[in-house]
């Protein structure tokens, strides 16, 4: 069965309630919706070298108040893309709130289809958690190989690697929540080089996983009667459903979370 965790996020992004449960899921409210803890995302502008010159792409940009972090503690310019409609509204309405939208721009786009930029056009390209909703991951990374000046740097995770024994009923309840592509060990190292990258560093972040699954599926356990109201009973236990699974599998390791740090071969 479908349960909608995204639009329910993003259309509810200003709700106290889910600000709440952020907050207690990862120690601060970014508009979060992935498995990137606050020690993570204080690496990632790290492992890029971003500086003020910087070109910056991000895949999967939700509600932007990453990109945006990143923007104002670095001076980094930042292109975010996401397909949810209600994310890049909220994300263009806050880079105004924060006066950052001479630096920071969001656009709706579909990441699995060829990008609208001019070969080079970045400098660094990140990506959190998405890369596993994107049909193709090949072409996707042949594409963002192309937006990226020689020498530019690429980080994504993937929370999908098989590392163990999985039943078709967990594999069906991890994916509940949309389009999901499950990896195979090795397979994006393989892929990372074909499409043209040195890939610099792999750091397994499977606790994070478990983690904060736990955390959020308890933060919004102690709202359970506000969350059924709002979401609909199905909904609110089929959320539930899908955190209390993802919590599993990476505590058990059967389900792995890797992040790869790659650099585009110079000519």
Known sequence: MKVDLYNTAYENYGVDVYAQIRAETYGEDLGQTSWVTTHESKDIPLLLELGQSSQVLEVGCGSGRYALRVASQTGSRIVGLDMNGYGIQ???????????????????CDASKALPFEDGAFDAV?????????????TVLVELSRVLKPGGRLLFSDALIVGSLVTNEELATRSSIGFYVFSAPGANEELIEAAGFELLRTIDRTESVAVLAKRWHDARERRKDELSAREGQTNYEGLQRFLSCTYQLAEERRLLRMVYLAQKRKA
């Open 126 to 138: 990140f990506s959190n958690d998405v890369m596993c909703h994107l049909a193709g991951r090949s």
């Open 90 to 108: 909220t994300a263009r309405l806050l880079a105004v709130s924060q006066g950052l939208e001479s630096l920071v721009q969001f656009e709706e």
